[in-house]
């Protein structure tokens, strides 16, 4: 049998060590790197020269507590003493002050006295007595407890199986802490002893690579390099990327900036004024009941600073102000306007941006989360992405909506889309998109329209403004062939690896 130098030195050191050794000293023995002592008992274990098994070993160090006890020595051992002292039979308040002992530990320490049986614990008239007999002799958990705080530490191998089963005991009291380690142990099989004894041809080691300073000095025509498996398959390397759904919502926002739009932002938690009000929601809607937005409780009021703004809202909502409306005729509140709620449509970073920017042309677009309760299944969630538009110009009309709805699909890949008339408070006329799933079928995407004048003329806008809301999740789900909205934010490494 022919082995390679290196496989040789091992097995001499393992000769040495009657037979058997950790990796982690053989690699200090041959003073070599562990992956290289690795491959060569690979090779070795290939060969039936020697086996491989794992030894665990734990080394046991004192708490602080531990370290107190040490010192000054178990809170059972200081109470049954103090009872001693006091003629063997004493009340425990007396003990305590006697040994010196918090409240604390003497409810420890009697427990202990009563499991090791160092002594009674009595109650008369109300009073906790306390009895003991002799002095207890030193226990192996206090041997074991001093021994530890003078060597600092001390290792399992170096227990018995009855020491270990006390610092078990002692673990449990959180008096020691354990750290595990694992060593690869070598042993030379019957097999290996039989071909030391023999005359084994050593080769010359194999170099797995070939390096500059070979070709420079020469030496690579000296030395022999190892063959390769060149049909065997490599080693599966997954690379660091993004999240898919991240992607999807990159490319998203990318497809309407090269369309136009502007990207804007709102803060998740809005007062009820931006979520509903001016958008024309009346405050008696279903959709203001807490089973349908989530309310804040502390802080559950927000500020509101544009007065003016407030009073034209207040107008419209009551009697329709000069919008040509009627309103919805009740008495407006504004402290329901000013209840904080997580935002439950990002209509509200729209509401927000029209009153600041009143004047054509404006194209505006929010990609961000909004929240509603609801019930969690393959087509639901109560956090989710909405991805909401906005067009202001001088001369628009519903069909240039269905027509920009139409190429923001496409753009992302999805050919077969359907509007339905729809209504929602704050547009007129007003339209439902539909998207088809291959799986699921027809699911809806998106709610849109023509903001009324009830939604424009409060914030100083006299022009018209094609908008919609779309839920970006479903959108994605078409796109990315997902057929449960859960798996969008999967962290499972085997799913994720296969996108």
């Not at 380690?181 to 170099?207: D, H, I, Y």
């Not at 009346?282 to 009073?311: C, M, T, W």
Request: charged letters at 30%; hydrophobic letters at 40%.
């Amino acid at each position: 049998m022919s082995i390679t130098e290196k496989d040789y030195q091992i097995l001499k050191i393992l000769e040495q060590t009657n037979g058997k050794a950790t990796v982690e000293e053989i690699v200090e023995a041959l003073r070599l790197d562990h992956s290289t002592v690795t491959r060569s008992i690979l090779s070795l274990e290939q060969k039936n020269l020697i086996q491989t098994s794992e030894l665990k070993k734990s080394i046991y160090k004192l708490t602080e507590e531990g370290k107190s006890y040490a010192k000054e020595g178990l809170p059972e051992r200081r109470l049954i003493e103090a009872v001693i002292s006091l003629g063997g039979s004493s009340p425990l308040i007396r003990a305590v002050e006697q040994g010196r002992i918090s409240e604390s530990l003497a409810t420890i320490a009697l427990g202990w006295i009563t499991k090791k049986s160092w002594g009674q614990v009595l109650k008369e008239k109300d009073v906790i007595v306390v009895q003991a007999g002799l002095k207890p002799v030193e226990g192996e958990d206090e041997r074991i407890l001093r021994k530890i705080f003078i060597e600092e530490e001390l290792s399992s191998d170096k227990l018995s199986h009855q020491q270990l089963t006390f610092v078990t005991e002692l673990k449990r009291r959180r008096l020691l802490i354990e750290k595990t380690f694992v060593s690869r142990v070598v042993e030379l099989t019957k097999l290996g002893w039989e071909q030391l004894q023999r005359t084994l041809e050593v080769k010359p080691t194999e170099l797995t690579s070939l390096t500059g300073d070979l070709i420079v000095s020469g030496k690579w025509r000296e030395v022999k390099l190892r063959e390769y498996e060149v049909t065997a398959a490599p080693p599966v390397v997954y690379s660091g990327k993004k999240h898919f759904y991240l992607e999807f919502l990159e490319e998203l926002k990318q497809e309407l900036v090269s369309m136009g739009f502007e990207e804007a932002e709102g803060p998740y938690v809005e007062a009820e004024f931006w979520n509903f009000d001016v958008l024309f929601q009346p405050q008696n809607h279903p959709a203001r009941d807490i089973h349908d937005s989530y309310q804040l409780k502390n802080p559950r009021f927000g500020l509101i600073e544009d007065k003016k703004l407030v009073s034209r809202v207040r107008k419209t909502h009551e009697y329709g102000w000069i919008t040509g409306s009627t309103g919805w005729g009740y008495s407006w509140s504004f402290d329901v306007a000013r209840r904080l709620v997580l935002r439950s449509q990002t209509t509200a970073v729209s509401a927000r941006f029209l009153s600041k920017y009143r004047k054509p042309p404006l194209k505006m677009f929010c990609v961000s989360r909004v929240f509603r309760p609801d019930v969690l299944d393959a087509k639901h969630s109560m956090e989710f992405y909405h991805c909401e538009g906005i067009i202001m110009d001088f001369e628009l009309n519903f069909r240039e909506l269905l027509g920009v709805l139409s190429e923001i699909t496409q753009a992302m890949g999805i050919s077969k889309v359907e509007f339905k008339p729809g209504y929602f408070p704050f547009t007129e006329p007003s339209v439902e998109v539909f998207v088809h799933h291959p799986k699921i079928g027809w699911m809806e995407v998106a709610g849109a329209g023509m903001f009324r004048p009830e939604v424009t003329k409060p914030l100083g806008v006299d022009y018209q403004v094609l908008a919609w809301g779309m839920g970006v999740d479903r959108l994605a789900m078409v796109k990315l062939g997902v057929d449960d909205i859960r798996e969008l934010h999967s962290k499972r490494l085997d799913f994720l690896r296969e996108r």
